[in-house]
């Protein structure tokens, strides 16, 4: 059974830091990862996509890699502002074509001023 | 860009009522996937949809049901609802013939209390 870890759970900065959220899997054998973002209560918003093809994705702040045979995803978020503070959660999608994503843990990344 | 709907968006139930939730996809998205989160966790697969046929299944209770019609929506029916049900109930849709890696969108969320 898939199991998905985020590390850290939660992430306090100040403004300005870059900084690097992990995501960890457990079965290597993936066809792609997804980052999210959800506010509270709120929905999920879909950050970037990594096919298990590719290495990274990069989507303005915000770089996503991927190591598939060491079950590992990080993602970098450069110049962090208050406006990214929220829950990220990583997602696996173990076969393409339908298949439920299994989410991490989520880290609580709060940014402040 | 239009996104995948749901309604309600709010909902609350006594014991043992019934809820329908519905989900319309994104157009031309051909797969519909229904997660649940509760409080403080993350979501967890119930149920997807492609082309109209249950694709995979997950955590879903017997008391629930769900379908895709003709048009693309979805609906997701809980019968005999109980506390624990109450959570955040998501809808998400892809492209899966055809489409970059299955990306998977999610709606706003219909939040369910079962009283």
């Known amino acids: 059974k898939q199991e998905v870890t985020q590390i850290p759970a939660a992430l306090s900065v100040p403004e300005g830091e870059n900084l690097v959220l992990n995501c960890s899997f457990t079965d290597s054998a993936i066809y792609n990862l997804q980052w999210f973002r959800q506010d509270p209560g709120k929905g999920l918003t879909s950050l970037l996509l990594?096919?298990?093809?590719?290495r990274e994705q990069t989507s303005g702040r915000l770089n996503a890699s991927l190591d598939k045979s060491s079950g590992r995803s990080t993602l970098y978020i450069a110049a962090s502002q208050p406006g990214d503070s929220a829950t990220y959660l990583c997602a696996v999608d173990p076969t393409g074509g339908g298949n439920k994503l299994t989410f991490g843990t989520g880290t609580q990344l709060k940014v402040e001023l | 860009a239009a996104g995948v709907i749901q309604s309600p968006r709010h909902l609350i139930k006594e014991k043992r009522e019934t809820a329908t939730l519905k989900c319309y996809p994104i157009?031309?998205?051909?797969?519909v996937y229904w997660y649940q989160q509760g409080p403080g966790q993350d979501p967890q697969f119930l149920i997807s949809f492609y082309e109209k046929m249950q694709s995979d299944k997950g955590s879903i209770p017997d008391r629930f049901s769900a379908q895709q019609f003709s048009d693309y929506h979805s609906e997701l029916n809980m019968s005999s609802l109980e506390l624990g049900d109450s959570a955040l109930y998501f809808c998400a849709s892809s492209l899966r013939t055809g489409g970059p890696g299955n990306e998977q969108f999610f709606g706003p969320g219909t939040r369910l209390t079962v009283l």
């Open positions: 157009p031309r998205h051909d797969t």
């Open positions: 990594i096919q298990s093809s590719q």
